[in-house]
């Protein structure tokens, strides 16, 4: 039987289940949906479905092997489509599944946050090595 999170204080419940249980389901899938690529991921795939090269122009800084370890994760956990053209060389893209859209509406607020937070409360800058 699947229990909601709705209610405060079964939310409080499970928040506590999932803190003491690292195989938690809810656990599991923060990991793959919060990791360092995931919501950039999802938010360039919220806008419109992506071919595999595309992706990765638009996240410059994430090498392929990162990127298709995400994809993959995403894909398992039921977030993402990936469609295979039979072509010569075939075509991959990705989209997202109707499931994910509270998930991007989540995304999106949290980015207005960090744009408006940082704004006010910039945070320094990493020093570059020295060459």
């Given at each position: 039987?699947?229990?909601?999170?709705?209610?405060?204080?079964?939310?409080?419940?499970?928040?506590?289940?999932?803190?003491a249980?690292?195989e938690?389901?809810?656990?599991?899938?923060?990991?793959?949906?919060?990791?360092?690529?995931?919501?950039?991921i999802?938010?360039?795939?919220?806008?419109?479905?992506?071919?595999?090269?595309?992706?990765?122009?638009?996240?410059?800084?994430?090498?392929?092997?990162?990127?298709?370890?995400?994809?993959?994760?995403?894909?398992?956990?039921g977030?993402?489509?990936?469609?295979?053209?039979?072509?010569?060389?075939?075509?991959?893209?990705?989209?997202?599944?109707?499931?994910?859209?509270?998930?991007?509406?989540?995304?999106?607020?949290?980015?207005?946050?960090?744009?408006?937070?940082?704004?006010?409360?910039?945070?320094?800058?990493?020093?570059?090595?020295?060459?």
């Open positions: 039987m699947t229990t909601s999170w709705t209610s405060e204080d079964t939310f409080w419940q499970k928040l506590e289940e999932a803190g249980n690292p938690c389901d809810v656990r599991r899938l923060l990991r793959v949906v919060l990791n360092r690529w995931a919501p950039l999802l938010l360039n795939l919220s806008r419109e479905p992506l071919r595999f090269g595309e992706l990765r122009r638009r996240i410059p800084t994430l090498s392929q092997k990162v990127m298709t370890e995400n994809l993959r994760a995403l894909e398992e956990a977030i993402l489509r990936r469609e295979v053209t039979d072509s010569s060389p075939p075509q991959v893209t990705y989209s997202l599944l109707p499931d994910a859209a509270p998930l991007i509406e989540r995304l999106m607020g949290i980015a207005d946050w960090a744009h408006a937070h940082s704004l006010s409360h910039p945070l320094p800058q990493p020093e570059r090595p020295r060459t």
